[in-house]
């Protein structure tokens, strides 16, 4: 399995409180991304990075921000967690364009 | 609007038949496209990747097409197997840097 870790693999919260998910690779990839997963809708990209510092929205970005300071991690905040962000989340990373991606185990969040 | 679409969000087969899996796509012209499997509780594992000016993959007991006239790849499992059954994702890059995803087939194949 390609070294990918996310974490917390389970998180509750609660509405209007910040959370980050955290996403730390070894494998040195220069992308990295985060998606949601939500039954009817699948796969939802929030945001991606295609190297330190240089990060970009998907198509779901409102209410999320991510940040990259080192190769390894990414890190996925929500300043002020809503219940409609309750989700399973998905870290990926991938060497190049145009090749595979690799997933982590995701991260169930629930905000009540 | 940019879509993916994949035929049927539940596809029931017998066991030795062959599975075909649709993912047609609007207002995207993707330079690939990849498919993917996912199992409950976890996350995709890329299968098979296919460029734009490839016609056919393959890969094992799986097959896939990519006809960028149609707009659409098939992706075929052979001999098809109970441990097949999982969800089946297709994803296309958008020409930019990430790509997007289908929702997604859920396959079960039947002993």
């Known amino acids: 399995d390609a070294g990918i870790t996310q974490s917390p693999r389970h998180k509750v919260t609660e509405t209007g409180t910040p959370v980050t998910l955290r996403c730390h690779q070894t494998?040195?990839?220069?992308?990295m991304y985060w998606y949601r997963q939500d039954p009817g809708h699948g796969l939802r990209l929030i945001h991606y990075?295609?190297?330190?510092?240089?990060?970009d929205k998907g198509e779901v970005s409102d209410g999320y921000s991510v940040s990259r300071s080192k190769t390894e991690d990414f890190l996925l905040t929500l300043e002020s967690a809503t219940s409609s962000q309750t989700s399973v989340y998905f870290c990926?990373?991938?060497?190049?364009?145009?090749?595979?991606?690799?997933f982590g185990q995701g991260t169930r969040l629930t905000v009540v | 609007s940019q879509k993916i679409e994949q035929n049927s969000e539940a596809l029931n087969i017998q066991e030795g038949k062959t599975a075909t899996l649709t993912c047609n796509y609007t207002?995207?012209?993707?330079?690939?496209l990849q498919w993917y499997r996912q199992d409950p509780g976890r996350g995709p594992v890329f299968l098979l990747l296919?460029?734009?000016?490839?016609k056919e993959k393959r890969k094992e007991r799986l097959k896939v097409t990519f006809d960028t006239t149609l707009k659409q790849s098939l992706f075929h499992i052979t001999a098809s197997q109970p441990a097949d059954s999982a969800t089946y994702l297709c994803?296309?890059?958008?020409?930019?840097?990430?790509?997007?995803f289908g929702p997604g087939t859920r396959l079960s194949v039947l002993p």
């Open positions: 990926a990373i991938s060497d190049s364009l145009g090749t595979e991606a690799f």
């Open positions: 494998e040195n990839h220069r992308y």
């Open positions: 990075s295609y190297g330190v510092k240089d990060t």
């Open positions: 207002n995207y012209s993707p330079a690939y």
């Open positions: 296919i460029r734009e000016n490839e």
């Open positions: 994803a296309l890059d958008t020409r930019g840097q990430n790509f997007v």
